[in-house]
């Protein structure tokens, strides 16, 4: 029986309790430093075009964020109430999640809407080249 001997070093945890000189992770630990070569402190803000919702403890929104859809419907209320609600309570979430489904379900007609008309398009141009 062969008995296998292990250094201190060679364990995966050794050195954790020297001192932070001397410890590799140190950089990771400290607060981050402003680059020299960074033309700005904070990014611009982009231009609010719509209705953009954001969290009751943000005096304005994230710096970049979408207005591609804005809150339309049942969908949109829901949005509404979850923004109201902090986002580190499970409900919050919940109710973004609930909404994105909502959100699927009120489109339908109009996808359903946009196949047809596409699918008599096809069948339009089927019969022009027969």
């Excluded at 070569?37 to 964020?65: C, K, M, Y």
């Amino acid at each position: 029986m062969d008995i296998e001997i292990i250094r201190p070093r060679e364990l995966p945890y050794w050195g954790v309790d020297l001192c932070s000189e001397d410890r590799p992770g140190v950089p990771r630990e400290l607060p981050p430093r402003v680059l020299e070569s960074a033309h700005w402190l904070e990014p611009e803000q982009q231009p609010i075009e719509g209705i953009v919702l954001r969290h009751a403890g943000r005096a304005r929104p994230t710096p970049v964020f979408s207005t591609a859809l804005p809150p339309r419907g049942a969908s949109g209320a829901l949005r509404r109430v979850a923004y109201n609600v902090p986002d580190h309570w499970i409900s919050h979430w919940l109710a973004l999640f609930i909404a994105d489904r909502v959100d699927v379900v009120q489109s339908l007609p109009l996808l359903l809407k946009r196949r047809a008309v596409k699918a008599g398009r096809i069948r339009r141009t089927a019969r022009q080249h027969a």
